[in-house]
């Protein structure tokens, strides 16, 4: 019998092993690849998290267990009325007391644990900020930033007050002399100041007239587009909410109620629909699977307005008479927000503040 040639064995076993580390790296390499793709697409880092916060002063629960996450991105808007604890919430992720029950993370930093760290990563602002009257908006600034280990420079402390929208005069006036305003916007800069990935504002724009208002909510939106900060806000403005807040949760008297994103606030657009025959119709909407409702008068088809003409077009060709349309309102955040707090049966008048 023939001897197997040692080289040739050797060519093929040294063959076999290359090829086969290189399908393993080639495998490897690609669940590497997909798995970082895959993690990259659906795993968001987490800027904030509550878990089970619950605050008691004597026989006051003030706070009952809150569980909220807000994700890196985020504008998270916190509603409630007068006393329902969104403040308490925002001085507990301070660190200003302490939760009786229930723990936070702030971009995985456990806290109370963890403060320290975490505090370098959020700035914000806690109802009226306080700053010294007799020092200027630039000394106070300056002052504020000397605790921290952010060291701006004035040039730094100009661009943000400007920023902020805060008239450069005003930096060198005494902060006793500024407007409610005017230190609403001086609190944001300084809030600002630490360049933080995660800024928690409580009622940033109470007090503030139209600029200002827009101007803040656009400091907002820009700080999130441009430079990635994630917002965790409390306000009682529904509007400026519904304007800015990509999430909203609801709390009253310290329960939280609700958490959605501000689209499932709304409803989807809907159409009433009066047409004859009503059960061909209906036959219809099955066939089309389109989600509708009916009423003693009407059938509201979820639709987009734009979907309206060719929908017409199908009912006409079917021999479908249409007697009536018109849109169905959605619900502004403001009637959703008073449902939720005091039942189907609330109406939308405005929040007493
Ligand atoms: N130090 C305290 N001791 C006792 N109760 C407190 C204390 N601080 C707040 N509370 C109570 O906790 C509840 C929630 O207060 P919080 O300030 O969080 O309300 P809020 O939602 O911020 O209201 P607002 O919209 O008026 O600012 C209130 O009933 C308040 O009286
Ligand atoms: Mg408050």
Not at 62 to 74: F, K, N, P, S
Not at 195 to 204: H, T
Not at 255 to 266: E, Q, S
């Given at each position: 019998m023939e001897q197997p040639n040692y080289n040739t064995f050797l060519n093929l076993f040294s063959t076999s092993?290359?090829?086969?580390?290189?399908?393993?790296?080639?495998l490897k390499g690609t669940v590497y690849y997909l798995t970082h793709l895959l993690g990259g697409a659906i795993i968001k880092s987490i800027a904030l998290k509550l878990n089970h916060i619950t605050k008691?002063?004597?026989?006051?629960?003030?706070?009952?267990?809150?569980?909220?996450?807000?994700?890196?991105?985020?504008?998270?808007?916190?509603?409630g009325n007068n006393?329902?604890?969104?403040?308490?919430?925002?001085?507990?992720?301070?660190?200003?007391?302490?939760?009786?029950?229930?723990?936070?993370?702030?971009?995985?930093?456990?806290?109370?644990a963890n403060l320290a760290q975490a505090k370098r990563l959020m700035g914000g602002l806690v109802e009226v900020s306080s700053f010294y009257p007799n020092l200027t908006g630039q000394e106070n600034l300056s002052f504020l930033a000397s605790l921290s280990s952010f060291k701006p420079t004035k040039k730094e402390i100009e661009k943000l007050t400007d920023k902020v929208g805060l008239d450069s005069h005003l930096l060198h006036c005494p902060v006793g002399t500024y407007s409610h305003g005017q230190k609403q916007r001086l609190a944001i800069a300084q809030a600002l100041l630490p360049?933080?990935?995660?800024?928690?504002?409580?009622?940033?724009t109470s007090g503030l007239d139209p600029e200002g208002l827009i101007a803040i909510r656009n400091l907002i939106l820009e700080l999130n587009r441009e430079s990635g900060i994630t917002f965790f806000i409390s306000s009682h403005e529904l509007d400026e909410v519904e304007k800015i807040c990509n999430k909203v949760a609801i709390i009253d008297q310290g329960?939280?109620?609700?958490?959605?994103?501000?689209?499932?606030?709304?409803s989807k657009p809907c159409f009433n629909f009066k047409v004859e025959p009503v059960n061909l119709f209906i036959h219809f909407l099955q066939e089309k699977k389109l989600s509708f409702s009916a009423n003693k008068d009407y059938i509201a088809v979820e639709i987009e307005e734009e979907d309206v003409p060719a929908f017409l077009q199908e009912l006409t060709n079917l021999s479908l008479k249409v007697y009536q349309i018109f849109p169905e309102k959605a619900p502004s955040l403001e009637e959703v927000f008073l449902q939720t707090v005091k039942g189907p049966q609330a109406d939308a008048s405005p929040l007493g503040n």
């Open positions: 092993v290359i090829s086969s580390l290189i399908v393993f790296c080639c008691t002063f004597g026989k006051n629960t003030v706070l009952r267990e809150i569980t909220l996450q807000v994700e890196a991105g985020d504008i998270f808007g916190l509603l006393g329902a604890g969104k403040t308490i919430t925002i001085r507990i992720i301070f660190g200003l007391i302490k939760p009786t029950a229930g723990r936070f993370s702030i971009f995985d930093q456990l806290c109370p360049l933080p990935r995660l800024l928690v504002l409580d009622e940033p329960r939280l109620l609700k958490v959605a994103t501000i689209d499932d606030f709304r």
